[in-house]
C-alpha cells in the first residue's frame, strides 16, 4: 500500500484554549531543545497534521506509517500560528500551556495479519500427535514485524473454547513464514476452529480486550482425529498365556497369537487371555487398536513369547461310559510329591522312585479347572470332575490346567450305541426316541449362505452383498403308533433341539416348517436349522 495511507487516528488536545491564535500540529524528528525561536523554525508550517483552531483544545488528525513512528520515537510538536516574520515572545501561552496525546487504531488490520495458514481449512489434524501450522505474517502498511501471536480453538459442536497461545511473543519479519505447535492431548477429536492472530510490537497497547484480539486473526476449521497406537506387548509366558499391551484412543482391539486371531473386539481392556493352550516354544504376537471412529492402529512390531509348561509329575486318569444316550466323563488327578506331610486321613501309595502318590482330594487339589475336548475341540471347562457329553461321542481328553502348567490325561474314544433315532427338547436331559421312519429315508441336506440385497433408484436390478455366514438346515421324518407320542414331537416345533441318530449324527438347532398328518400311523416332518452350540462359545479359565 502507498507510504501515506493512514494507520491511525491521532488526538492532540490542549489543557486550554488559546483565543484567536491557531496552532500547528506536527510529528517531531528529533529531540527538541533550546529557546523558542528553535522551537517555531523546527514547527513551520510545512509537513503538518493539521491545526487546532483557536479558542478550541482538541483535534484530531490521521497520520501515516512513518509519521506514527516519529511520534512514537520524538512527540507531538505545537506552534502558534503568527504572521510571516514574526517572532514568538516568551509570554506567549502556548509555551505556558501542557499538551496530551491519544491515539486509536483506524483499522484492524494495521495490527497484522497471519495468512495462507497451513495446513488449509478442512484438513485433517491428530489429537494425540504434536501438530505444527505454519503461517505467513503480514503488515498492511508494511515494515512492522510480528511481535505477537494468538491462538485459540473453539469445538464447532460443543462450543468449547481452548486458549493455545496469548500474545506469545514472537520475532517474524513482514512477510515471512512464521510457525507454531499445537502440542499433543490439547484438543480433542471432533471439528474445531482454530484462529491465528498476529500484531507487531506497536500494537501491544490496543489488545486491553482479549475477545478484540481473538477476532481480528484468520480462522481455520480443521477435523481433528485421534490417531490410535498400540505398543508396549507383554506376555505372562503361561500355557494359557494373557497378552497385554499399550494404547491410546483404544474403543476396539484384536490380538494375534501364533495361530489364534482373536477377530476385532470392541472395549477399553488392554489384556485378553488366549482361549488356547500352547505347548513350549516361543509364538508371535501382534496387536492392533482401532479408535471409537473405526481407524485401525498399524500393527504391533512382532512380539516373541515364550510358553514354558512346568507341571508338577502326576497324572490325570480319564474313563467314559455311555450313559442314556449321553457321554459320561470322570477323572481323578494325582500328583506325586518327595516329601509328603502325612495324616492319618491319608494313605500313600510308595513308588519304585521313592515318591509318593496321593489323590488330588488329599492335598491342594492339582488343579482347579478341567478342559474337557471332543476330537480336539474344546466343549467345556469345569472344576468338577466329571462330565456330560449331551452331544457325544468321539475321542475325548481332559486337560488338569493351572496358571502355571498342564497336565493331558489319557485319550479315550467312546461312541454311544442308541437303538434308534433320539430327540431331546432340554439341553440332553429327557429324550424322546423317534422309532419309526419312513420306508425310504430321505433326509436331504441345505447349505445355504446368506445374503442381503439393496434396490436403488435407477437400477432394475439389486446389489447383492455377501454376509459371510452360513445356514444349514436338514429334513427329518418320523411315524408313530401312538398319537400322544406324536403330538409330543409336534410340540417341538420353534424350539432349540438336540438331535441323534442312530448312524452317529448329531444336530443342534431349532425345529420349524413341521407337517402333521393324521392317520391311523401318524406322520411328522420337520427340519432342523442349525444353530451355535453352546460348546461353540467356551473359554479358558485359568
Not at 471439528?191 to 481455520?220: C, E, L
Not at 419312513?438 to 432394475?460: M, S
Request: net charge negative; aromatic share 10%; with cysteine.
Amino acid at each position: 500500500m502507498a507510504a501515506d495511507q493512514s494507520v491511525c487516528s491521532i488526538s492532540v488536545g490542549l489543557s486550554k484554549a488559546l483565543n484567536g491564535i491557531d496552532v500547528y500540529v506536527k510529528p517531531l524528528t528529533e529531540n527538541l531543545s533550546g529557546n523558542n525561536e528553535t522551537l517555531y523554525n523546527q514547527l513551520s508550517p510545512s509537513a503538518t497534521l493539521g491545526q487546532i483552531p483557536a479558542g478550541q483544545t482538541q483535534n484530531t488528525f490521521s497520520v501515516t506509517k512513518e509519521q506514527f513512528e516519529q511520534i512514537a520515537h520524538y512527540g507531538i510538536g505545537l506552534a502558534p500560528v503568527v504572521p510571516s516574520g514574526s517572532t514568538i515572545r516568551s509570554d506567549t501561552p502556548i509555551n505556558r500551556t501542557q499538551t496530551y496525546m491519544s491515539y486509536t487504531p483506524i483499522n484492524p488490520a494495521a495490527k497484522g495479519a497471519a495468512t495462507e495458514i497451513s495446513p488449509g481449512t478442512y484438513a485433517v489434524i491428530v489429537a494425540n500427535e504434536d501438530t505444527v501450522i505454519s503461517y505467513r505474517y503480514s503488515h498492511a502498511y508494511g515494515g512492522y514485524p510480528q511481535a505477537f501471536l494468538g491462538i485459540v480453538a473453539e469445538n464447532v459442536e460443543s462450543k468449547e473454547k481452548v486458549i493455545i497461545a496469548k500474545k506469545r511473543a514472537v520475532n517474524v519479519a513482514d512477510g515471512e513464514i512464521g510457525s507454531f505447535t499445537i502440542p499433543a492431548n490439547t484438543i480433542t477429536a471432533g471439528t474445531w476452529d482454530i484462529t491465528v492472530s498476529a500484531a507487531p510490537a506497536a500494537s501491544a497497547n490496543y489488545y486491553d480486550n482479549d475477545s478484540d484480539f481473538w477476532t481480528t486473526g484468520q480462522t481455520v476449521r480443521y477435523t481433528v482425529k485421534d490417531n490410535p497406537t498400540a505398543g508396549g506387548v507383554t506376555c505372562d509366558g503361561k500355557p494359557v498365556p494373557t497378552v497385554s499391551w499399550e494404547s491410546t484412543s483404544q474403543a476396539a482391539w484384536q490380538v494375534r497369537f501364533g495361530d489364534y486371531d482373536s477377530g476385532a473386539r470392541a472395549g477399553s481392556e488392554t489384556s485378553f487371555t488366549i482361549p488356547k493352550i500352547y505347548a513350549d516354544g516361543a509364538y508371535p504376537v501382534r496387536v492392533r487398536t482401532a479408535t471409537a471412529a473405526g481407524e485401525w492402529s498399524a500393527w504391533t512390531e512382532t512380539y516373541w513369547a515364550a510358553i514354558r509348561n512346568v507341571p508338577p509329575e502326576g497324572v490325570v486318569s480319564l474313563t467314559a461310559e455311555t450313559v442314556g444316550g449321553n457321554v459320561r466323563l470322570s477323572w481323578t488327578a494325582q500328583q506325586v510329591v518327595t516329601d509328603p506331610i502325612l495324616t492319618s486321613e491319608s494313605e500313600p501309595l510308595m513308588t519304585s522312585g521313592g515318591g509318593v502318590i496321593l489323590a488330588a482330594s488329599m492335598i491342594d487339589a492339582l488343579s482347579d479347572n478341567y478342559a474337557v475336548f471332543r476330537d480336539g475341540k474344546l466343549i467345556a471347562v469345569t472344576s468338577e470332575e466329571f462330565y456330560v457329553d449331551k452331544l457325544g461321542g468321539g475321542e475325548y481328553q481332559v486337560i488338569a490346567m493351572e496358571s502355571l502348567y498342564y497336565i493331558p490325561s489319557n485319550i479315550v474314544d467312546l461312541w454311544p450305541e442308541i437303538a434308534c433315532d433320539m430327540i431331546s427338547p432340554d439341553g440332553g436331559e429327557n429324550w424322546i426316541a423317534l422309532k419309526y421312519t419312513p420306508d425310504v429315508k430321505n433326509e436331504p441336506e441345505e447349505v445355504r449362505t446368506e445374503v442381503t440385497y439393496y434396490y436403488y433408484a435407477g437400477r432394475e436390478k439389486p446389489i447383492a452383498v455377501n454376509t459371510q455366514q452360513k445356514s444349514r438346515s436338514k429334513n427329518f421324518s418320523y411315524r408313530f403308533k401312538r398319537r400322544r407320542d406324536a403330538q409330543a414331537l409336534r410340540a417341538l416345533n420353534g424350539s432349540e433341539v438336540i438331535l441323534k441318530t442312530s448312524r452317529g449324527e448329531r444336530i443342534w438347532g431349532i425345529v420349524e416348517d413341521m407337517t402333521y398328518t393324521d392317520a391311523k400311523v401318524v406322520t411328522v416332518s420337520f427340519s432342523i436349522r442349525e444353530t451355535d452350540e453352546e460348546e461353540d462359545h467356551v473359554e479358558y479359565l485359568v
